[in-house]
């Protein structure tokens, strides 16, 4: 019996360095019905002869392949590419990253009519079948996503590389373009009705830089912001207890920053929910409390890494620097100014992001995570 266009287009899916949700070593069922919430039958069939972006497409080699008039091929890849679910245009196509595939209804922040149905089939394929873990980092543990420091939490003169400040980042960006757009994890549990933060972060956006910026304003779903826009958004979130996220290389100037709580993030619930501890590389700080500490408390509630314990009859606060992410988060409203980032080497940090690909990529195609016959 032939195999469903939606197996067929999973086969596709498969060939990106992360592969796709899987249970028992097949595709996760449930990942397969997200699918059909995507593309209609036709649309898959069609989608499953794309690539996995950067690698594009022409239609007319579809349509060759198919044995179809080309009329046939350019309907659903029209249809597609107008409601974003691929990316492309002028006769060349590929599938979206899996980022985008996964979260591609909560990066709308309407609620539309599949968007619940998407939610819980999520908790399905990317929790309980753990596909959180190959999201997060590869198969050997190696995070694809890096917390960096609150500058201002740094003590004294201590050294601040230039890759580990915020500043730094946005100033690099291509051609400096900056937009904002929703959170799709606070946005899949606001929809969804489960979301645990509401009384301490709204739904709040990430930052998507450089070219990433310029897709998610063209796919309607992003805002473009200027420079001074970005830097008081940035300013208004350290307020918030959320952790600043970049991807884990050095010549980061296309993608997005994440600004993440510890209940709804799809990579911090990695280590604060499941069973991830590598879901996020740390710092090259941890924080660490001086004599001042009045032992209010407020340190250990806003650590969502639960790295900060005042034990009872204590004067001052714990922290437990395995634990501590170095993010600068407990810092922020420390009434008595005793808590502050130290430098400590601890988490390498790949030169480039092809690099960080390529590690993944051969983590994840020894273990059997994704299809060694598409790579």
């Known amino acids: 019996m032939a195999e469903s266009p939606y197996f067929q287009l999973a086969e596709a899916l498969d060939t990106n360095f992360q592969g796709i949700p899987k249970k028992d070593g097949e595709f996760s069922p449930s990942f397969l019905e997200y699918l059909e919430l995507l593309f209609s039958p036709e649309e898959a069939e069609v989608a499953s002869y794309l690539g996995v972006a950067p690698l594009f497409t022409a239609s007319e ?185 970049v991807n884990n290389h050095k010549d980061y100037d296309d993608g997005l920053l994440c600004f993440c709580c510890g209940c709804c993030c799809s990579v911090s619930r990695g280590i604060t929910r499941w069973d991830n501890p590598r879901a996020l590389a740390r710092s090259h700080f941890v924080a660490r409390v001086s004599d001042e500490c009045i032992a209010c408390g407020t340190c250990v509630d806003r650590c969502i890494f639960s790295a900060i314990s005042l034990p009872e009859d204590a004067d001052q606060a714990v922290i437990d620097e395995e634990k501590c992410m170095g993010c600068g988060v407990c810092t922020d409203t420390c009434q008595s100014e005793s808590l502050k980032l130290y430098r400590l080497e601890r988490e390498p940090i790949f030169e480039t992001g092809a690099e960080l690909t390529a590690k993944v990529t051969k983590e994840n195609l020894d273990a059997g995570q994704t299809n060694p016959r598409r790579q």
């Open 61 to 245: 080699d579809i349509a060759q392949k198919l044995g179809k008039p080309i009329e046939q091929v350019q309907e659903p890849l029209d249809a597609l590419t107008d409601r974003k679910v691929i990316l492309g245009g002028g006769g060349a196509y590929t599938l979206p990253p899996m980022q985008l595939v996964v979260n591609y209804h909560q990066l709308r922040e309407k609620l539309g009519g599949d968007d619940i149905k998407a939610g819980e089939l999520y908790q399905e394929f990317f929790i309980k079948d753990g596909f959180y873990r190959f999201y997060e980092s590869g198969a050997e543990g190696t995070p694809l996503r890096r917390a960096i420091p609150v500058n201002e939490a740094v003590e004294g003169e201590q050294q601040v590389l230039s890759y580990e400040e915020i500043d730094h980042v946005l100033d690099n960006v291509k051609d400096g373009f900056l937009a904002l757009g929703p959170c799709p994890c606070r946005t899949r549990t606001e929809k969804m009705g489960i979301r645990e933060c509401k009384d301490t972060n709204p739904v709040a956006s990430c930052l998507f830089i450089g070219n990433t910026a310029r897709a998610v304003v063209h796919q309607g779903i992003g805002k473009q912001v200027t420079r001074q826009q970005a830097d008081k958004y940035v300013e208004e979130v350290r307020e918030m207890p959320l952790v600043v996220m």
